[in-house]
C-alpha cells in the first residue's frame, strides 16, 4: 500500500503539472482581445516625450524622462534648459533632461530625421482626427468631470474640461481610448486623470484641435497630440507624450514615457491563472498525501 501510495502522489503532481503547462500554453496562443479603437500609429514621433514645431520652453524645476525635438524651428528655441552639444553635433544634453535634445540645425542625420518625426507626429493627428463611429458624442456637454469611462472612441465638437475632481479611465492593458476634441482642452489645477484596472498611458490618445492646458500640480495620462501648443503650469504633470504643432511650455513640470507598473503585471490574468493553479496543486498534494498514506 505504501507503495501504491507513492505511485498515487506522483500521479497527482502529473496531473498538475500537465494542467499548468496547459493552462500556459492556452493564455500563449490567445492574446488578450483589445478593447476600443485600434491604437493611434505615432511612427518615429513616438521616439520623443516632447515633440514641437516653434520651440520648447521651461521655467522652474522641471524634469523630463526621455527625448526632446524641435524642427523646424533650431536649437535656439529650446529655452531654459542649458544645453550642452555633444561631441558628435547630432544631439545636446541638459540637467533636467533624462534623455536627448534634438533640432533641426543640429549635425546630419538629425535635421532629416527631425523632418520625419515631425510628419509622422502630423499623421498620427490627422489619423486620431479621423477615426470615424464614435462610441460617444458630446459626452457630459464638453465636461467629463467624475465619469468613469471605458475604451473607445469619444467626439466632441467644441472644447473638454476635467474639473479638479478628475477623471477615471477604467479597462485592461489593451484597452485604447481616443478623444477627438475639436477646441480646447482644460485640465484644471490639481486634477487627475486616473488610471484603472490595468489600463496605459501608452494606449490613451488626446486629440486636441485648440490649445491644451494642463493646470497647476495636475496629473495628465495618455499622449497629446494638439495642433497648437501644450502649456502645463507650476508642478504638473504628464505620464505619457506631449506633441505639438507649434509650442511646448512649462514651469517646474514633470514629463516621463509611459510603461507597465509592476503592479499591472501581477494582476494580468496570466498570473492570477497560474496562482490559481499553484494554490490548487498545493492543497491537492497536501489532501492526497493524508489520505493515501493513511492507508
Known sequence: MRLLGKMGLWLVMVVLVT???AT???????PAQAAGPGAVDLGTAGDFVILA??????TGTTHIKGDIGVSPAAASYITGFGLTADASGTFATSSVVDGRVYASDYTPPTPTDMTTAISDMETAYTDAAGRTNPDETELGA??????????GLYKWGTGLLISAAGVTLSGNSSGVWIFQIAQDLDLAS??????????????????VGGQTTLGTTSV?????????????????????KALAQTAVTMDASLVNTSGTSIIDTLSSPLVIVVAVVAVVGIAALYLARKVIWKK
Not at 490639481?190 to 486629440?207: C, P, R
Not at 495618455?222 to 504633470?237: D, F, P, Q, Y
Open 19 to 21: 494542467a499548468t503547462i
Open 24 to 30: 500556459l500554453g492556452f493564455y500563449a496562443a490567445v
Open 53 to 58: 514645431k516653434t520651440g520648447i520652453s521651461t
Open 142 to 151: 464638453g465636461d467629463i468631470t467624475s465619469m468613469t469611462l471605458e475604451p
Open 190 to 207: 490639481g486634477a487627475h486623470v486616473v488610471l484603472s484596472d490595468g489600463a496605459q498611458a501608452s494606449n490613451i490618445f488626446w486629440q
Open 220 to 240: 495628465m495620462k495618455g499622449i497629446i497630440l494638439c495642433k497648437t501648443a501644450i502649456v502645463m503650469e507650476t508642478g504638473a504633470s504628464l505620464e505619457g
